[in-house]
């Protein structure tokens, strides 16, 4: 039908040309607002995750053994900055070296008249290994002194630098969360929540075994019970995978994106994995190994290193995670069966 001319007429005589802005648009610029401002967040987050400790880096209220006579003791401890160290005595170098293997020191200095015997642990933290060595020799230095370098716990012969245990932090993250990418994609819907958990169980076995196989037998990076350390890192890689799924399950996509930003941001380079917890700043370092990916290292090291020596605590950490992403998948499961009971019967 054509235009009437006597209404677009009068319209153009009064002078109304305005026109509503369109509701599509604005939501548009909104939404992509939204985006740009949360992909700098978290670019900003990922910095500072990774940045931060990095710059800070250094021995934060490391538990350090001396031994020997009283006034170098006394000298060490008056001489030390005690936000860096906290300088323990021990009796002898016997007892030094016991408490270095079970795990109340990083490492120690004995002090004698033949010299300075430097003692180290490179399997418990490269860096603070490193940072011990250099002390020791400088105040030998100070005292017209040799020093001598012994290693209480180091890596094995094949991988003498652990290159292994810093090439295991990605898969350690991963091997949470690539799993629960699978089983998401391929059992979807909440009728799939014990399928998904099934084979979140069986993965964490096999995937534990894998991994440790490679460090242990194909790198040479572990020493310790195969079985034991392998069921470590599966614990580990379930801590991790199971609450992504209960995310999931109760909150959706978004639950498991935010689960994956907190544990790749922050878990990962909060682990400690290469330098050992007491290279990081004193918070950083307790919210790492409060993070799955930084108590499934710790477990790690004390179960390929130390003998178990330690472990409890992280396997604590990892079995409240794992825990509590059971709770997340109950809850989802139960909130689905309630609103299928009350849904009206067709």
Not at 132 to 158: C, K, M, N, Y
């Amino acid at each position: 039908m054509p235009a009437n001319p006597d209404t677009a007429t009068t319209s153009e005589a009064s002078g109304n040309t305005s026109h509503p802005a369109p509701t599509g648009g604005r939501k548009l610029v909104v939404k992509l607002t939204a985006v740009v401002v949360g992909l700098t967040a978290a670019i900003t987050l990922m910095l500072c995750a990774f940045g931060l400790p990095s710059a800070n880096g250094g021995p934060h209220h490391a538990p350090l053994g001396v031994t020997g006579p009283e006034s170098a003791v006394a000298a060490v401890q008056k001489q030390l900055p005690g936000d860096d160290w906290e300088v323990r005595a021990y009796d002898n170098p016997h007892a030094l070296t016991r408490a270095i293997e079970d795990r109340d020191a990083v490492g120690g200095l004995s002090f004698g008249d033949d010299g300075v015997t430097v003692y180290t642990a490179t399997a418990g933290g490269q860096m603070i290994s490193n940072a011990i060595s250099g002390l020791g020799t400088g105040l030998a230095d100070q005292r017209h002194v040799p020093a001598t370098v012994h290693d209480v716990v180091p890596f094995p012969e094949d991988d003498p630098r652990g290159t292994g245990l810093a090439s295991a932090a990605l898969p350690m993250v991963f091997g949470g969360m690539l799993p629960a990418i699978a089983l998401l994609q391929l059992f979807p819907g909440h009728a799939n929540l014990r399928t998904r958990l099934a084979g979140v169980v069986a993965f964490a076995l096999a995937g534990g075994a894998a991994v440790t196989a490679v460090l242990q037998f194909g790198i040479g990076t572990l020493d310790g019970n195969y079985w034991v350390t392998s069921l470590g890192l599966g614990l580990g890689m379930a801590a991790l995978a199971v609450p992504f799924l209960g995310l999931e399950s109760l909150l959706g996509y978004a639950g498991f994106g935010a689960g994956s930003v907190v544990m790749m941001f922050l878990g990962n380079p909060l682990s400690g994995l290469t330098t050992g917890p007491y290279w990081l700043p004193d918070g950083w370092s307790t919210l790492g190994q409060l993070l799955p990916p930084g108590a499934s290292g710790g477990l790690l090291r004390a179960n390929a290193f130390y003998d178990g020596t330690g472990a409890g605590g992280p396997a604590l950490v990892l079995g409240v995670w794992a825990l509590a992403g059971l709770a997340l998948m109950f809850g989802a499961d139960r909130r689905r069966s309630r609103k299928a009971g009350n849904a009206p019967a067709v």
